[in-house]
DNA sequence: TTGTAGGCGTTATCAG
DNA sequence: CTGATAACGCCTACAA
């Protein structure tokens, strides 16, 4: 709507064809002479033309947009990973963005959103559930944006047959166990998250191994949501019980800072009364107090090379898989690095 | 590019023609027959068949595109406010995101490209600057997509003709100085962000004012970057200094957080030591210690208020203003709530 | 180098 | 209610 102006109106204004203006305004370089070039850059200017990015994707048969898909823009996580695909897209072109709120349903509808906006590929970022049926569909909507000429790229489990960047949830949680064992903790519990997020069942299977190595085990193990306020009330909830632990694992950072939080509001310490350890290593959560021992995960890297394995030129013959570790960060909010009670 | 099906394919499996296959998998409610409508739709998931967005967008004439604009997506500032925009704007359309990284020629970059892309409308955050040439060129490409029929919101400054959601940094800052003074401070300090911007500017004439209408002034005021870092470093300089404020004002809440780890990093205290007081109340702030004293700006219903702006049926008649005022919260980083030194 | 004309996938206007 | 057919704004052989 409005007053468009089109191409049309800068060709009669400069006084040639369609074709013309057209070679002159987008790509094909230095076919068109220079007494001409001019006459139509100056009536575009003069009429303040924009090409009409629909119109072109439509004759051109392809766009320029990648999207990417997040459960949470406002999550730290998702957001450093967000940037810094970001960065790489932004010279290649537009990026849309769709944010499911962890609702699984949302990404099915997305990735059918990208294919009808013909976007060139899709960044699926978060965690895969064990709802088979979903995952099935989804596989399956992805499938139909691949044959459309579609790449796609996700950061999380590898179920979806794409290319992946693949965090090592179990590896990191079980090197994490072995480091507060040795820091000296005797007693541990964990804020385990949802049931049904892989990398939250994953970052426990893999701490409850690492554990059970040192022939220690999880007295505790409480499911809630993988945000701040579900590490808020499982961390108060285990509170509540008669025995608690001297060492508690959330299974992410965010839900960390609400167990600090829930701990604090009891009038508690962290780490005096209870040791807290977190998973992801958020930027933004590096300065806080006490500083939060977890596992590092490189999450610009992780968003950077999921838009890199989208965007680059030779198609791979296979998909890929790419494996990314975790490094135990050992801070204040486990106690003193040597000896401990707990 | 790939095997697109086209409504065309669909029609033909139906054995509809073209225009009826467009009124049942679009709007048109209600004028097809149900025998057809039938055929059409089994044609269409047989075939897997998805509307080509551009395509609907060049033949409507308009699009459902929603542009967003951020400094930068990782700054939890931006983010909140991006989630929330998103929220409202979800149902209604797609979103486009865009981040500048605080290059000013960016934003008139991003203007032009969602003109492009036929945005219905446009959502831009971040501050404004001092940079007159600037500000003018991109209230022109601004006039511009309106012009074209776009619809556009500003979260920051009024200086480019639009809507605009305002925050009140001035009265904000103005009145965080009285509470500081009314705890017990006596020497203040400022890390004010850069000079060209006026949100910085703003709260930093906000606080001297404030001061000296109780008769005190800044001692020092250092100008650095608008984020953790410039926070960092601006607070180092600080302290290396002979005498040190007991109170400083970081224009920021992230740069406040990174003051704080300057000062930790020197073996000090907060707030012991110095005092630090930030602005703006980032929700995912609210958890470290020591709490952070701040100003609380309800970002989220920006985020919302300027989506909905420019969503709304109703064009008002003129541009709107929304001032949003800041509330002082007092926390523990500025030490206890009565008396003290300083 | 330039212009002509057909086509991209949809929508929308008009007759039937 | 249905079906031709002309837009929509642009790109791109193909011909001049």
Redesign the interface.
């Known amino acids: 709507?409005?007053?468009?102006?089109t191409l049309a109106d800068v060709a009669e204004r400069a006084g040639v064809s369609l074709a013309t203006a057209s070679r002159v305004v987008n790509g094909s370089e230095r076919v068109v002479g220079a007494r001409f070039r001019e006459r139509v850059l100056a009536a575009a200017a003069e009429l303040?033309y924009?090409?009409?990015?629909?119109?072109q994707?439509?004759a051109r048969?392809?766009?320029d947009v990648v999207g990417?898909v997040v459960p949470?823009?406002?999550d730290?996580y998702f957001?450093?990973i967000?940037?810094a695909a970001?960065?790489v897209v932004?010279p290649h072109g537009?990026?849309?963005?769709?944010?499911t709120?962890h609702r699984p349903e949302q990404e099915l509808r997305y990735v059918?959103?990208m294919?009808?906006?013909?976007a060139q590929a899709l960044v699926m970022v978060g965690s895969r559930t064990t709802d088979a049926a979903h995952t099935r569909r989804l596989s399956e909507a992805i499938a139909?944006f691949v044959?459309?000429?579609?790449r796609v790229a996700v950061i999380g489990q590898d179920r979806l047959g794409t290319d992946t960047v693949l965090p090592q949830n179990r590896a990191g949680a079980k090197d994490l166990a072995t480091a507060l064992v040795e820091q000296g903790h005797k007693t541990f519990g964990v804020l385990a998250g949802p049931k049904t997020l892989l990398t939250a069942r994953d970052r426990l299977d893999g701490f409850v191994d690492g554990l059970s190595r040192r022939g220690k085990r999880a007295a505790v193990v409480l499911h809630s949501d993988f945000t701040?306020d579900g590490g808020y009330q499982a961390m108060s909830e285990l509170l509540e019980r008669r025995t608690r632990p001297g060492c508690v694992f959330a299974v992410n950072d965010v839900m960390a800072?609400?167990a600090?939080?829930a701990v604090?509001d009891r009038g508690l310490s962290v780490p005096d009364d209870v040791a807290i350890a977190g998973f992801d290593d958020i930027?933004?959560?590096r300065?806080?107090?006490?500083s939060l021992t977890t596992v590092r995960l490189p999450l610009q890297d992780m968003g950077r090379m999921a838009a890199s394995m989208v965007l680059d030129e030779q198609q791979p013959d296979r998909k890929r898989i790419v494996r990314v570790k975790g490094e135990v960060v050992i801070r204040d909010s486990t106690g003193p690095s040597r000896p401990g009670s707990s």
């Open positions: 709507m409005g007053s468009q102006v303040g924009t090409a009409n990015a629909f119109a994707a439509v048969g392809r766009s990417l949470d823009i406002q730290p957001s450093v967000a940037a970001m960065a932004e537009e990026m849309m963005l769709g944010t709120l059918t959103t294919r009808a906006r013909q139909e044959a459309s000429g579609g701040r800072i609400g600090i939080a604090r930027p933004t959560l300065d806080v107090a006490p």
